[in-house]
C-alpha cells in the first residue's frame, strides 16, 4: 500500500513539536494558536491534529445531488447547527463497479493545515494547495490522499502551507450528457467539473479561516485530475479561482473531453439498459442500479473518449456552454486561462494500460498498430510508425516484457500522455504563459517489473506517501519534489524562493534550477529521478521529438473526425 498509517495527536503535543509560538523558524508574533473549533459560514467545525497538522474532514461544499438535484449543478451547502465532527472522511462518490461502492451523497472536500494562524497580516497568508484526484473520471476519491504527511514536512521545513483535497461526481452521475440533461444554466455533462469549480469557490471564500491566501491557490491533479484541470484552464468560469496550476499526465489530452453527439449516443444506450423513457425516470432510477446497468453495457456500446479508448468511458462534454470547443483545439488558439503551469509525464505511463501479457508476438503488435492508427494514417504510414517504435526498444535485462509489448507501451504512453504534453507545452509558451515541463523517470525501488515507470508513480512522492519499501534517498527525493510543487503555489514559480515581502522567511532554493519552456525552442525540461539514478537534471534536448511528429499529426486527425461527428472510427 502507498499510504503511510497517521500518528493523532492532542493539540498541545502538536503545539509542542512546532513550537508554542507558532512554526520553528517564524518570528514568535506572526502566528496565533488556532481555536480547537473553526467557525465558518455554514455552522462550526471541530478537527483533529495528525502528525502535528490540523485536519478537518468531510466538509459539505455543496448540497447532496440527490433526487431532483441528480445531473444538476452543485447547489450551496446545506448550514448545520452546533459544531460538526470533522474527524473522518465524507462519503466517496459512487464507483464505476457493478458492486455500486460508494454515495451520491459525496461532495465533501478535506482541509490539512498547520496548527496555528497567521496574525492578522495578510503578506503572512499560506499558499494553498488542491489536488483534484484521477481515476479515469470514473474511480477514486479524496480518502485516497492523506495530506497530513506532506503538510507536516512543509512545516517542518519552514514552507507551510494549506493543503485541500476534494471528491467529486463520477462516471454517469458526473459525465452523463445530453441536451435532454440541460439545467436552467444551459450546461450539460459536466457535472463533475462544476463540483470541482463548487469547490474552488468554497475555498476562495473559506480558506482564510485556515490561514490560508485565496489570492495563491493552486489546483494539481494526476491523470482525470490533470484532465480536469486542463478543464479548468479551457472554461472561462473557472477563471480567477486559481493562480496557479500542475497536470500530472494528463495535460491537454484527447481523452479530457468528448463531443456531445458521442455523449447523447451514450444517454440513448442508458435509456435502452434502464427501460426509461426520459430524464425523470432516470432521476428516479437507483443510484447502485444506475451503475450495474450501463456497466452491463458491451464497450462497444458505452463507452469510449475521443481518441477511442475504452478505458477511459467517461469525459467532460464539449456541451458549447461550459466547454465550448475540445481543450486541445483551445490551447492551439490560446484560449485558455493563463496562469503559470507545470506539465509532465511519467516514462511509461501507457504500461498501466497494458497488461503485461500483451503482445508477445511481433505480428500481433504490428497487426494492432496498423488497425488502430491505420484507418486515420493510412496503412502505410502506420507500418513505418509501427517499426519505429519496435527499433527503438530493446529491454533484454526484463525478459518477461518483450520488445512488442514496450514498442506498444511507449506508443501508449505517446498518444495519451507525452505527445499531448509536448503539444500542448509549445503552443501555451507560443501564447506567453509561463510554463516547467518535467518527465518523472524514477523506478520505485518497490516496483517488481523493473525498469516500468508507471502511470502515478509519482503521485506518493509529491504527497510524501512513501511505502514501507522506499529507501532513504527515495525519501529524500520526495522532499525535494514537494519543494518544487510548494515554491509554485507559493510564488507561481518552482524556483522562486521569496516573494521579497512580508515576515515569513524566503524557502529553501531548488536543488536544480528548472528551465522555463520558452517560445521558438524546442523546449526544455527537468527530469526526476534519485540521485543514484543520475537525480534531478535539467534537460535541453528535444522531448520525444521524432514519436511525437506521427503522433501529434494522428491526435490532429482523430480529435478533427470527432469534431465533424464521424464517431463511426471510435464506436
Known amino acids: 500500500a502507498l499510504l503511510k498509517p497517521c500518528i493523532t495527536m492532542t493539540l498541545l503535543a502538536a503545539l509542542s513539536l512546532c513550537g508554542l509560538g507558532g512554526i520553528a523558524g517564524y518570528p514568535s508574533d506572526v502566528f496565533d494558536v488556532r481555536p480547537s473549533v473553526t467557525?465558518?459560514?455554514?455552522?462550526?467545525?471541530?478537527?483533529?491534529?495528525?502528525?502535528?497538522?490540523q485536519v478537518f474532514r468531510g466538509i459539505p461544499y455543496a448540497a447532496p445531488p440527490v433526487k431532483d438535484f441528480r445531473w444538476m449543478p452543485p447547489q450551496p451547502p446545506i448550514p448545520w447547527s452546533g459544531v460538526r465532527d470533522a474527524s473522518a472522511y465524507g462519503n466517496t462518490c459512487l464507483q464505476g463497479s457493478a458492486k455500486g461502492e460508494g454515495s451520491e451523497d459525496c461532495l465533501y472536500l478535506n482541509v490539512y493545515s498547520p496548527p496555528s494562524l497567521p496574525a492578522g497580516?495578510?503578506?503572512?497568508?499560506?499558499?494553498?494547495?488542491?489536488?483534484?484526484?484521477?481515476?479515469?473520471?470514473?474511480?477514486?476519491?479524496?480518502?485516497?490522499?492523506?495530506?497530513?504527511?506532506?503538510?507536516?514536512?512543509?512545516?517542518?521545513?519552514?514552507?507551510?502551507?494549506?493543503?485541500?483535497?476534494?471528491?467529486?461526481?463520477?462516471?454517469?452521475?458526473?459525465?452523463?450528457?445530453?441536451?435532454?440533461?440541460?439545467?436552467?444554466?444551459?450546461?450539460?455533462?459536466?457535472?463533475?467539473?462544476?463540483?470541482?469549480?463548487?469547490?474552488?469557490r468554497w475555498v476562495r471564500s473559506n480558506i482564510a479561516v485556515f490561514g490560508g491566501d485565496p489570492e495563491r491557490v493552486m489546483i494539481f491533479g494526476q491523470s482525470a485530475g490533470a484532465g480536469s484541470v486542463t478543464m479548468h484552464l479551457s472554461m472561462p468560469l473557472s477563471a480567477g479561482l486559481f493562480s496557479s496550476a500542475i497536470m500530472e499526465s494528463g495535460a491537454f489530452s484527447a481523452w479530457t473531453a468528448q463531443p456531445l453527439s458521442y455523449s447523447e449516443k451514450v444517454y440513448q444506450q442508458v435509456l435502452n439498459v434502464t427501460g426509461c423513457m426520459d430524464a425523470a425516470c432516470l432521476r428516479n432510477f437507483g443510484a447502485a442500479e444506475l451503475v450495474r446497468s450501463y456497466k452491463e453495457l458491451p464497450v462497444g456500446q458505452c463507452c469510449r473518449d475521443t481518441a477511442g479508448n475504452p478505458w477511459i468511458?467517461?469525459?467532460?462534454?464539449?456541451?458549447?456552454?461550459?466547454?465550448?470547443?475540445?481543450?486541445?483545439?483551445?490551447?492551439?488558439?490560446g484560449r485558455v486561462n493563463k496562469v503559470p503551469l507545470i506539465l509532465g509525464t511519467n516514462t511509461d505511463d501507457g504500461a498501466s494500460f497494458e497488461p503485461l501479457s500483451y503482445l508477445t508476438s511481433i505480428d500481433h503488435y504490428k497487426t494492432a498498430f496498423n488497425s488502430w492508427y491505420g484507418q486515420v494514417m493510412g496503412t502505410h504510414i502506420a507500418s513505418l510508425a509501427a517499426a519505429a517504435y519496435l527499433s527503438?526498444?530493446?529491454?533484454a535485462e526484463v525478459p518477461e516484457l518483450s520488445d512488442a509489448w514496450w514498442a506498444a507501451e511507449r506508443s501508449m504512453t505517446d498518444q495519451n500522455f507525452a505527445c499531448p504534453a509536448r503539444f500542448a507545452s509549445s503552443q501555451l509558451a507560443s501564447h506567453g504563459v509561463s510554463l516547467y515541463q518535467y518527465l518523472f523517470s524514477h523506478v520505485q525501488s518497490s516496483t517488481l517489473h523493473k525498469p516500468v515507470v508507471f502511470h502515478g508513480d509519482e503521485v506518493p512522492f509529491v504527497f510524501l506517501m512513501a511505502s514501507s519499501k522506499a529507501t532513504l534517498e527515495e525519501k529524500a527525493f520526495a522532499e525535494e519534489m514537494a519543494s518544487y510543487w510548494y515554491r509554485h503555489a507559493a510564488f507561481g514559480n518552482p524556483n522562486v524562493q521569496s516573494n521579497g515581502s512580508g515576515p515569513v522567511p524566503p524557502v529553501g532554493p531548488p536543488v536544480v534550477p528548472w528551465p522555463k519552456v520558452e517560445h521558438g525552442t524546442s523546449g526544455s525540461y527537468l527530469r526526476f529521478d534519485t540521485k543514484g539514478k543520475g537525480g534531478i537534471r535539467a534537460v535541453h534536448t528535444p522531448f520525444r521529438e521524432g514519436p511525437c511528429k506521427f503522433m501529434t499529426e494522428w491526435l490532429e486527425k482523430s480529435i478533427a473526425a470527432s469534431r465533424a461527428g464521424a464517431m463511426t472510427l471510435f464506436l
Open 392 to 395: 527503438n526498444e530493446n529491454h
Open 39 to 53: 467557525t465558518l459560514s455554514g455552522g462550526k467545525l471541530s478537527g483533529i491534529v495528525e502528525g502535528g497538522v
Open 121 to 200: 497580516n495578510a503578506n503572512t497568508s499560506l499558499p494553498c494547495l488542491v489536488w483534484i484526484h484521477g481515476g479515469a473520471y470514473e474511480f477514486g476519491s479524496s480518502n485516497q490522499y492523506n495530506a497530513s504527511e506532506l503538510g507536516r514536512f512543509y512545516m517542518q521545513s519552514q514552507q507551510p502551507a494549506v493543503i485541500v483535497t476534494m471528491n467529486y461526481r463520477l462516471n454517469i452521475f458526473g459525465f452523463l450528457g445530453s441536451d435532454a440533461l440541460r439545467g436552467s444554466d444551459g450546461s450539460t455533462g459536466n457535472f463533475g467539473i462544476q463540483d470541482q469549480r463548487a469547490a474552488l
Open 313 to 333: 468511458p467517461w469525459a467532460p462534454t464539449v456541451d458549447g456552454v461550459e466547454l465550448t470547443q475540445h481543450p486541445w483545439d483551445l490551447v492551439r488558439i
